[in-house]
């Protein structure tokens, strides 16, 4: 039950950005978070298995903005929906 509440935070929080990869919302159904559940420990990891592991690719995100380029990008985009997530979950 709390981990629903964790998928629909990040979810939340990736709308919130507006996450995009090929121009489709980055979303985490029910199936794919159980998987996420049982492969990835942590919410930052499960966001870089997901965008370098699954999609093969960060999210353009705030209405357009670039997709991050340089490790350091990515781990800005990661650590700021994380805080908003946790923000939400709350």
Do not use: C
């Not at 805080?83 to 979950?89: C, E, P």
């Amino acid at each position: 039950e709390t981990e629903e509440l964790h998928r629909l935070a990040y979810n939340a929080a990736f709308d919130e950005f507006t996450l995009r990869i090929d121009d489709e919302p980055v979303e985490w159904t029910v199936d794919y978070y159980d998987v996420l559940q049982n492969t990835v420990g942590g919410g930052k990891n499960k966001m870089f298995f997901h965008f370098r592991e699954t999609k093969g690719a960060f999210p353009t995100s705030e209405d357009g903005k670039a997709a991050p380029t340089t490790p350091e990008g990515e781990q800005d985009l990661v650590d700021r929906l994380q805080a908003r997530k946790t923000d939400l979950y709350k």
